[in-house]
């Protein structure tokens, strides 16, 4: 059963600096080709793609929002995907959450919502704030 699990999350000033963590089991990065996908949802808020990248072509996505401030990247070894996020602002408050597909062979990242992910894990919570 593959599993997903985001941590990494807590409280940061304006313009600080986190690494998200989705760690993933019940498949293996080096195995299969794969798209891991960043979602948030801030309060009162719907839940948008931050954030994807794709092992199959090594392509990444980013929101407007984010772009030039959040990188994703894998570590094969830890069967782990990151979420770099820097110069932080307040309106990134959100819980944020990993999803992924496996068995991926459709090039980049297809711009699909959260609910067709095949797996999607449980959030960790940012806030930014002073």
């Known amino acids: 059963e593959v599993q997903l699990q985001a941590s990494g999350g807590g409280l940061v000033q304006p313009g600080g600096s986190l690494r998200l963590s989705c760690a993933a089991s019940?498949?293996?990065?080096?195995?299969?080709?794969?798209?891991i996908g960043w979602f948030r949802q801030a309060p009162g808020k719907g839940r948008e793609r931050v954030s994807c990248m794709s092992s199959s072509d090594r392509s990444a996505y980013y929101a407007d929002s984010v772009k030039g401030r959040f990188t994703s990247f894998s570590d094969n070894a830890k069967n782990t995907v990151f979420l770099q996020m820097t110069s932080l602002k307040p309106e990134d408050t959100a819980v944020y959450y990993c999803?992924?597909?496996?068995?991926?062979?459709?090039?980049?990242?297809?711009?699909?919502?959260?609910?067709?992910?095949?797996?999607r894990g449980q959030g960790t919570l940012v806030t930014v704030s002073s």
């Open positions: 999803a992924a597909i496996t068995y991926y062979s459709g090039g980049s990242c297809p711009p699909i919502k959260w609910n067709e992910y095949d797996y």
């Open positions: 019940g498949f293996t990065f080096d195995d299969y080709d794969y798209v």
